[in-house]
């Protein structure tokens, strides 16, 4: 079992910079590969980014490469996303993920759900 809790959401300006954590909590989490995902009002949720449990995998969705950078201190049982150069279109509600073993980009492969923070980009 694993608990996922986000915070660092907020309000900002298009081209500024946020950082969002994951605080996990629960055994083996060493073992579990985390997932960022976003929702705007009235789409899907998406992949945002993913990284390996060792931390030397990640992958990003299109949109945001180049400008998020996933990481994990496992020690600290806490993952992270920076998030710079935001956009409008970043607006949405951000979510961590977990799943055991390696990472995916997909979905329904993470059954472990942080409650989300939202982060708003203004123009």
């Known amino acids: 079992q694993v608990q996922l809790v986000e915070s660092g959401g907020g309000l900002v300006q298009a081209g500024d910079s946020l950082r969002l954590s994951c605080a996990a909590s629960?055994?083996?989490?060493?073992?579990?590969?985390i997932g960022w995902f976003r929702q705007a009002p009235g789409k899907e949720r998406e992949f945002v980014a993913a990284?390996?449990?060792?931390?030397?995998?990640?992958r990003y969705a299109d949109s945001v490469k180049g400008r998020f950078t996933i990481s994990r201190d496992n020690a600290k049982n806490t993952m992270y996303l920076q998030m710079n150069s935001l956009k409008p279109e970043d607006t949405a509600v951000y979510y961590c993920?977990?799943?055991?073993?390696?990472?995916?980009?997909?979905?329904?492969?993470?059954?472990?759900w942080g409650q989300g923070t939202q982060v708003t980009v203004s123009s």
């Open positions: 993920a977990a799943k055991y073993g390696l990472l995916s980009i997909t979905r329904a492969e993470y059954y472990y």
């Open positions: 629960g055994r083996a989490f060493t073992s579990y590969a």
């Open positions: 990284i390996g449990w060792g931390g030397g995998s990640t």
